[in-house]
């Protein structure tokens, strides 16, 4: 096996930060359940060995609970629930007395069919939920075997392992640990946002290492653009040594504009917000400085509370109390798509039952989320937005609906009735839009659809995704449309793409006229440094230049030839992404 030579592993970006260290490889916990069947005589002992740890399970699990913030306690309560759930203990025991498994084995099958369940609707956040599951399990048969728990061994390593627990996460950022490395996992995972909360670079779905790092290795971990370098070269490791360097000194200067306006050169000011999925994130942004969130996605709240309007109402409160006095952007549940749920399967969903018209046809869910969102308005500082706007019926119809619930409700209690917006992310929503004007307050610009759809690209097929530029002239003359409407008709205009998380992208909003950002919150700092350096006047004539340009990758090397001498720092350390 050889391991001397530099080796490059890409997986998804889940906590950023730039690392070296050592690695510390733990073991897998990839234990296979006997599937052995016990006499009878040894299935009472049996059973009481999978209560007896169980109970211990609990025991510590509400241990667990007891020092952690509520944002994190809710992943300890659904392993609660699971090792609580009546039917999974039925079926658990009645596996062991009836068909004489051992409990390891019971509890696989048991958990496994829950997996399969949650697998089948291939969901992101269902995946996610799965391999929860699966986690719990090996937890439980540690347990039940005794083992000895995976340890932090040394100071500044690096945790490379095939997925971690919960108390493993939590022991992890009580540590040294400077950055974990985990061959599965997704961005919902409960590790994904533990680590991204208490600020540990992370980079999740490398795939499998074990023949490729031992512990002691040395290792790089860039956080920012999920890539993992084991044994890195000399030049490599100077490299990246010099960058560290610049990132501490860098991040302190963050840290020293955080209270400063966004504001650039010639006096113009910019408002920076934060895009969210989950209300746990509502933290990073507080800390980040953002000035509101500009775009709170829902999807993955509807995979558990679809249906529970108050539930909703308490989460899109909570947040949008917390982030008073400024603004919260509540999108409506954007689903179809890469985002499917039971029961919708098309051959080609992009250009299917997705967004606003998969919520028409759902009417009475689309009903309900209005209502969670008009009762959370409490301090007057919520937004509400319909996805996927293709049609001007769209918006008359949603904004009717809209009214009629806010009529309803306001006969009953007081409400303060939200501003209503629209996405635009399709080019027939941008042509279009000054017919929309009468209906809406503001307008967000979702440049990743709104690319995608303008250039016929799916930016996940690698075969064509070096065609996917935001920064294409033709997706640009659709944004300037839009901002010219809005100036026209005295609506707000915003981007959430990202390329609001682009340094090209940024100086071409503003050149456009773009005022709103939101963003990834950990990049809402580097941004406003960004801005500071510029000048208005001198982003509009590039943003003019750029529309009579050929294509996306002629505008990109104008323009980061323009950030290279304003903040040559911001090139080096992000790149274009």
């Known amino acids: 096996m050889e391991k001397s030579k530099e080796i490059l592993l890409k997986g998804l970006p889940i906590a950023p930060g730039l690392v070296i260290g050592k690695a510390l490889v733990w073991k897998h916990k990839r234990i296979k359940p006997s599937r052995k069947v016990l006499p009878e005589k040894e299935r009472p002992i049996e059973l009481e060995n999978f209560r007896k740890t169980r109970d211990i399970m609990l025991q510590d699990l509400e241990k667990l609970k007891k020092n952690l913030p509520p944002r994190i306690t809710r992943f300890v309560d659904f392993q609660i629930a699971v090792l609580k759930d009546g039917e999974f203990l039925k079926d658990v025991e009645y596996l062991i007395k009836e068909k004489g498994r051992t409990a390891e084995y019971a509890v696989y099958e048991a958990i496994e069919d829950r997996m399969n369940e ?44 095939d997925d971690i627990t919960i108390e493993e996460s939590i022991r992890i950022v009580n540590s040294d640990v400077k950055a974990v490395v985990l061959q599965e996992g997704g961005k919902t995972s409960h590790a994904a946002i533990i680590l991204r909360d208490y600020r540990i670079p992370a980079v999740f779905g ?94 993955l709240l509807f995979y558990e509370y679809g249906d529970d309007e108050k539930e909703q109402e308490g989460i899109y409160r909570d947040i949008c109390e917390q982030i008073y006095p400024f603004s919260c952007i509540i999108r409506a549940f954007d689903l179809g798509g890469d985002k499917v749920i039971k029961g919708y399967r098309e051959k080609n969903p992009f250009l299917g039952l997705r967004g606003i018209r998969l919520l028409l046809e759902e009417e009475e869910r689309f009903r309900k989320q209005i209502r969670a969102v008009l009762r959370a308005n409490v301090k007057g500082n919520v937004k509400f937005m319909i996805p996927m706007v293709t049609t001007l019926w769209e918006v008359k119809r949603s904004r009717a609906i809209f009214l009629e619930e806010a009529r309803k409700l306001s006969e009953k209690e007081e409400i303060k009735l939200p501003d209503f917006g629209i996405m635009v992310e399709v080019p027939s929503a941008a042509l279009t839009i000054n017919s929309m004007a009468d209906y809406i307050d503001f307008v967000s610009i979702g440049t990743n659809d709104l690319t995608q759809y303008t250039l016929a690209v799916d930016r996940r097929n690698t075969r064509v995704s070096y065609l996917f530029h935001h920064t294409h002239p033709a997706v640009l003359r659709l944004i300037k449309m839009v901002v010219d409407a809005g100036r026209e008709h005295s609506f707000r ?53 750029a529309l009579s340009l050929a294509d996306g990758d002629e505008v990109t090397r104008v323009v980061l030839d323009y950030i290279k001498d304003r903040a040559p720092d911001i090139v080096e350390k992000y790149g274009h992404f």
């Open 206 to 299: 490398v795939g499998d290492f074990s023949d490729k790092v031992d512990d002691g290795n040395e290792v790089i971990i860039n956080g920012w653009k999920g890539e993992v370098i084991i044994n890195p070269s000399e030049p490599t490791l100077e490299r990246f040594r010099e960058l560290v360097e610049k990132y501490k000194e860098e991040a302190k200067g963050l840290i020293e504009i955080k209270d400063l306006p966004t504001i650039t050169t010639d006096g113009r000011g910019i408002t920076l917000m934060a895009n969210i999925d989950l209300p746990e994130e509502i933290s990073l942004v507080l800390e980040e400085g953002a000035h509101g969130i500009g775009l709170f996605r829902t999807e």
């Open 118 to 161: 949650l697998l089948k609707s291939g969901i992101e956040y269902y995946r996610d939920r799965a391999k929860e599951l699966e986690t719990l399990y090996f937890d439980f048969v540690s347990y039940l075997r005794n083992e000895e728990k995976r340890e932090v061994i040394g100071s500044d390593v690096v945790i490379f392992a």
């Open 493 to 545: 205009v915003g981007v959430c793409g990202e390329i609001s998380s682009d340094p090209v992208g940024i100086i071409l909003l503003l050149g456009l006229g773009i005022t709103e950002l939101s963003l990834t919150p950990s990049l809402v700092l580097q941004t406003k440094k960004l801005i500071r350096r510029i000048s208005i006047e001198e982003v509009e004539k590039l943003a003019e230049g």
